[in-house]
Nanobody, 123 residues
């Protein structure tokens, strides 16, 4: 299983970005894909998770209502739409996969990881 993130960059507060996670080696819509982030000096935290075949999505409280996770089966890509961005959203964002369930979006339960993409929210 390989995952490659893209779409990070610089955004202003209140702005939007779309992150992509290109998945290979497994069907994204039959797997569990999570998005995580690690801010400077912080622990890696779960942001969102999707189990597309069961119609399940899960979000951290800090991003609920602002971020949206989705799967495009045709391209085997998982997206994370980041809206109403805040400076505290600045972090390296990672996607990861497991074959179980979202497990509360806890990083230790995810086995395959991408290299990450930087998101910076600043004026």
């Amino acid at each position: 299983v390989q995952l490659v993130e893209s779409g990070g960059g610089l955004a202003q507060p209140g702005g939007s970005l779309r992150l992509s996670c290109a998945v290979s080696g497994i069907r994204a819509d039959y797997s569990v894909i999570g998005w995580f982030r690690r801010g400077s000096g912080k622990e890696r935290e779960g942001v969102a998770c999707i189990e597309d075949r069961y119609g399940i999505t899960l979000y951290a409280d800090s991003v609920k209502g602002r971020f949206a996770i989705s799967v495009d089966s045709a391209s085997n890509t998982v997206y994370l739409d980041l809206n109403d961005l805040k400076p505290e959203d600045t972090a390296v964002y990672y996607c990861a996969q497991n074959s179980g369930d979202c497990y509360g979006i806890r990083p230790s339960f995810f086995t395959a990881w991408g290299w990450g993409t930087q998101v910076t929210v600043s004026l």
